[in-house]
């Protein structure tokens, strides 16, 4: 089974609490605060997994939550730190924000991404101490782990992509090539995937090919297979697209090719600009072939094995016809057969040759801010949301909410410290302008008190 999108919600741990503690020990007099401070929560990490080509691990596990860091203890002992949760990707994975839809990541070739960050842990009470405040009785809770819900949606990094009608021979050029072995068979839709190969060449160069299935008239709009594999040709540097020139099917070759570049502009009108090679395949199945474009392989065999009705419509003026429309669309024609292996040698020479001109392989470019490989939207520090409902004033904001978790409320001189940031934040001024009363009800995440003015 092939999956090459997916939905999944990541959480990374909270960070530990401080903890309020004081020395205390036979014969040593005032020994002071010792809380020590809490842990890290852990991270959510992706990284790549070479030999993956697929998502199908996100099929049954669509939720990652990282462990919280424990708690600081007495004697100034420091909590534990969580560990991180590392998720292996495809290469060639795209990380999206499942609310807008942008680009978070492209995991093609970088190292591992932080996608959400740990909470830091919370400072213990020996940080609180000063000549004034000699028995501080508060510390600080752990700061919340960063939490989302992402898209991680794949396009392969094939250099080469084989494309065109089902049917047409592109898995049984693959399996020649390349050590990948596609399932093969003469009926539409044998190929349910894309399938990518290594083709060796000779002094140790390689590159990566794949064959695309199920590109048939109106694929970008959700018909065949394609509607869901258009994506993995974005990437692809150069297009071989594969003809039946025997049309033993009944389509014509110069329609075929118009119907799928109709199809990859309505994808993506970058890919129509991509070089393209035609492979024009099932030579072995057109009688008296090598008279009609003139043998230019001694070695060839005059009569290719198997042969159409002599009424095929690749005729002499076909030919000319199709030697024509390539030339006019700025493409080279090699004639091939997958079935005989036939032109093979020849095709990959083509695209050897290609190889040092064709445009790099897309990278897709962070669409939202990343500072420090943690998601990072760029938003106003002190911005806050406030909304009425019965004299019931609710205050909401991110960096409140983390202050909010920080607070010890038993603790008088950290329930101070809140007044002193509601103020200095400008949240006691936004309050009066929304219209609030003395005695009204603010409410700050579950944290209700009585507005006085």
């Known amino acids: 089974m092939f999956l090459d999108k997916v939905e999944i919600y990541v959480k990374a741990g909270n960070g530990g609490n401080g903890c309020v503690s004081f020395h205390r020990e036979k014969y040593v007099s005032r020994g002071g605060p010792d809380g020590g401070d809490g842990g890290k929560g852990g991270n959510i990490i992706f990284t790549i997994d070479k030999g993956s080509n697929t998502l199908l691990d996100f099929k049954h596990r669509r939720r990652f939550i990282a462990e919280n860091g424990r708690d600081g203890k007495p004697s100034k002992m420091f909590g534990k730190s969580a ?75 094939a250099e080469v992509g084989l494309i065109g009608y089902p049917n047409v021979g592109k898995s049984s050029i693959l399996n020649i090539v390349s050590m990948a072995r ?15 190969g290594v083709v060796h060449v000779d002094d140790g160069f390689e590159f990566v090919m794949a064959d695309i299935p199920g590109l ?44 799928i570049n109709a199809e990859l502009v309505k994808f993506s009108e970058e890919l129509i600009d991509r070089p393209q090679i035609i492979a024009a395949n099932k030579i072995d199945l057109l009688e008296d ?81 990343v500072g420090d490989g943690v998601l990072d939207v760029p938003r106003n520090s002190h911005d806050v949301n406030i909304t009425v409902d019965k004299n019931v004033y609710t205050v909401e904001g991110e960096w409140l909410y983390k202050v909010v978790n920080s607070v010890n409320f038993d603790d008088r001189e950290s329930a101070m410290y809140f007044q002193r940031v509601l103020n200095k934040s400008g949240v006691i001024e936004k309050l009066r302008e929304s219209g609030i009363n003395e005695g009204d009800t603010v409410n700050i995440y579950g944290v209700e008190f009585d507005f006085v003015d």
């Open 289 to 369: 072939f090598y008279d009609i474009v003139g043998r230019d392989d001694p070695g060839a065999p005059q009569t290719p094995v198997g042969g159409v009705s002599a009424d095929t419509p690749f005729q002499k003026g076909a030919f000319a016809e199709f030697e024509e429309y390539a030339k006019n669309l700025g493409c080279d024609v090699v004639y091939i057969s997958a079935a005989t292996g036939e032109g093979i040698d020849k095709l990959i020479e083509k695209i050897v040759r290609l190889y040092p001109s064709l445009p790099p392989m897309k990278i897709y470019e962070s669409e939202i801010i």
């Open 216 to 259: 048939i008239e109106g694929a970008s709009d959700g018909l065949g297979l394609g509607h869901d594999f258009l994506r993995h040709i974005e990437r692809c540097r150069l297009l071989v697209h594969v003809v039946d020139i025997s049309s033993g099917e009944g389509r014509d070759p110069i329609d075929d090719i118009d119907n």
């Open 182 to 196: 596609p399932k093969i068979a003469n009926y539409h839709f044998t190929t349910l995937s894309p399938n990518l």
């Open 83 to 157: 560990q991180d949760i590392i998720i292996e990707v495809p290469p060639g994975t795209l990380i999206r924000d499942a609310e807008t839809d942008k680009i978070i990541k492209d995991m093609s070739d970088c190292g591992d991404f932080i996608i959400a960050k740990g909470g830091k842990g919370g400072w213990g009470n020996s940080h609180f101490a000063t000549p004034s405040r000699q028995a501080p009785n508060f510390a600080k809770n752990g700061l919340p782990g960063e939490e989302k819900k992402i898209i991680l949606e794949l396009k392969m990094l």
